[in-house]
């Protein structure tokens, strides 16, 4: 059954990880030395790890319960579902309006009582945090939850959403949970952190916010983010870009548009 790296197994488990790295980089006739560089990154040299055996070291001083079980999950009507079905899980929006949710799950880790997270690799250091996701602006994670909680919920053990975690992959290893549900925060192994104020209010408003976002695509309203581009001189995308602080100042203090062009 599944089981989490133990400190005893990392020996066996960096020179297993190693030998698969070297394989699938050996597979690759790239000569250059940005890619020399990225391999000894990934693999270490001399005395220096590598960032597989960081993460493995990682992996290996987590606390909690949870135990990873599934990797590159594909998301289907349900876990015994045959490969031919369609690939997807259909969440009710209410109103007789239905929302079909597809794609791959990096990783779900599990406890043997039907608990399970689910963890986003991140190969980068820019990624929703907590605020974003509770305001609706983020919905990758509490939908996956979801869709996951209604994959199991007819099988013999249906499965319990306690939270979403990104795992940052780069130069450092970072693991972070905008998502997590306070009650429950002990099996992630973060008993003193805060959790995800209204957890179950904030999975369900997902699916409010989905449907707002799906009624204005169908509306043909694609409102202009006010908040993220920080260029403040030269863009060589200026040409094709939608966004003008100017006037997005003008619509603040006029009391809104709605966005549309």
Known sequence: ???????????????????????????????????????????????????????????????????????????????????????????????????????????????????????????????????????????QLPLYLLALEKMYENTDKPRIGIGGSYLEISRKIKQTWPLLDPERKHIAGHSRARGTTGFHDVTKGALAAAQQYINGMRAGVFPLPQDRCTISSYCPYSGICRFDRFRNAEQSEEGGEDGRD
Do not use: C
């Not at 079980?69 to 594909?74: D, G, I, N, Q």
């Not at 998301?75 to 969440?91: A, E, G, M, R």
């Open 1 to 139: 059954g599944p089981r989490r790296i133990r400190t005893e197994d990392m020996d066996e488990a960096s020179d297993l990880l190693l030998r698969i790295g070297k394989k699938y980089t050996g597979s690759y006739s790239y000569k250059s030395p940005i890619w020399h560089a990225t391999v000894a990154s990934l693999l270490g040299y001399d005395d220096n790890p590598g960032l597989l055996r960081r993460l493995l070291d990682h992996e290996a001083e987590r606390e909690g319960f949870l135990h990873p079980e599934r990797f590159e999950f594909e998301i289907k009507s349900s876990p015994d579902s045959p490969d031919n079905n369609p690939n997807y899980v259909t969440l009710d929006l209410g109103e007789g309006e239905n929302i079909r949710i597809q794609g791959r799950i990096d990783r779900i880790d599990t406890t043997p009582d039907g608990y399970f997270a689910i963890i986003d690799y991140k190969t980068g250091s820019q990624y929703p945090n907590g605020k974003r996701i509770s305001e609706g602006k983020a919905l």
